[in-house]
C-alpha cells in the first residue's frame, strides 16, 4: 500500500536559519503531495501542494518539489522565524480503484526555532 | 464559513462511559473523516464516508462507530470507552468528485482523556 515517510524530529534551529525537513513515499498510481502544518492546539492545515511531477508547490516561503524519479517530496526554506515552530506533515493523495481516495500521512517532523 | 466544527474541545470519561463527539462542516464536502493522533504516531484514520449513507472503516476501528444521515454531518461515537481511547480526535473534510486531489479542511481537534 502507500506510505510516506518523513524525517523523524524534533528539528531545532535558530532564526533565519535555512531548513530542510525530508519526505519520501511510495504509491501505486501517480499521487498528488501535500505538506501540513499544525501549530500548538490548532488542527492540521494545508501549507502546500503539488500535483503532478516537477511541480513545486510554495507557500509562505517554504517550497516543495515533486520528485518522481527520487519518490520525495522534500520541504525547504531559506530562512525560518520562530513563528515557523510546529509540527509539519507530509502526505500523499492517490486514487484508488472505484473512485474514491484515501490521504496517507506521515508521522509528522516538529520544528522549534529559537530566537 | 466555519469550515470543520468540532465540539467539544475536551472532554473526560471513565472507563465503560460512552460519548458522542460531534463533527459539522458548512462547505458541501463529500468526503469525511475521523483521526486520532497520538505522540509519535502521528494522524491514524478512524472511520470515514464518501457521501451521506456511505460510511467505512480505517487503520483503527474498533470501539468506535460512526454514522453520515446528511452531507454535514458526521459524528464519532465511543460505545464504551477505554483509557486505550485518549488521544485528540480531529475531524476532516474534503471536496471529492473529480478533483481527488483536494486537500484536507481539519477542525481543531477535541481532546479526550479516559480515566
Known amino acids: ?11 531545532t534551529l535558530s532564526e533565519e536559519a535555512f531548513l530542510t525537513i ?3 513515499y511510495t504509491a501505486t498510481g501517480y499521487p498528488s503531495l501535500f505538506w501540513y502544518v499544525q ?8 501549507l502546500l501542494k503539488a500535483t503532478k511531477a516537477d511541480d513545486k508547490g510554495s507557500n509562505k516561503g517554504f517550497e516543495a518539489t ?9 520541504l525547504e526554506k531559506g530562512s525560518v522565524q520562530v513563528s515557523d515552530s510546529a509540527v509539519y506533515f507530509c502526505a500523499l493523495s492517490d486514487l484508488l480503484t472505484g473512485g474514491s481516495y484515501i ?13 | 464559513n466555519a469550515g470543520v466544527t468540532q465540539t467539544p474541545k475536551f472532554q473526560v470519561l471513565k472507563t465503560g462511559q460512552s460519548m458522542t463527539l460531534q463533527c459539522a462542516q458548512d ?5 469525511m473523516s475521523w483521526y486520532r ?3 509519535g504516531m502521528g494522524l491514524r484514520l478512524i472511520h470515514y464516508s464518501v457521501g451521506a449513507g456511505i460510511t467505512d472503516q480505517g487503520e483503527v476501528p474498533n470501539g468506535y462507530n460512526v454514522s453520515r444521515s446528511t452531507t454535514e454531518d458526521f459524528p464519532l461515537r465511543l460505545l464504551s470507552a477505554a483509557p486505550s481511547q485518549t488521544s485528540v480526535y480531529f475531524c476532516a473534510s474534503s471536496y471529492r468528485g473529480l478533483i481527488y486531489n483536494s486537500p484536507l479542511h481539519f477542525g481543531n481537534g477535541t481532546r479526550l482523556t479516559v480515566t
Open chain 1, 22 to 24: 525530508n519526505c519520501t
Open chain 2, 27 to 31: 462547505m458541501n464536502h463529500e468526503y
Open chain 1, 103 to 115: 490521504p496517507t500521512f506521515g508521522r509528522g517532523t516538529s520544528l522549534i526555532v529559537h530566537p
Open chain 1, 66 to 74: 515533486y520528485r518522481k524519479e527520487t519518490t520525495s517530496f522534500h
Open chain 1, 1 to 11: 500500500g502507500d506510505s510516506v515517510t518523513q524525517m523523524e524530529g524534533p528539528v
Open chain 1, 39 to 46: 501549530y500548538p492546539g490548532e488542527g492540521l492545515q494545508l
Open chain 2, 37 to 39: 493522533q497520538d505522540p
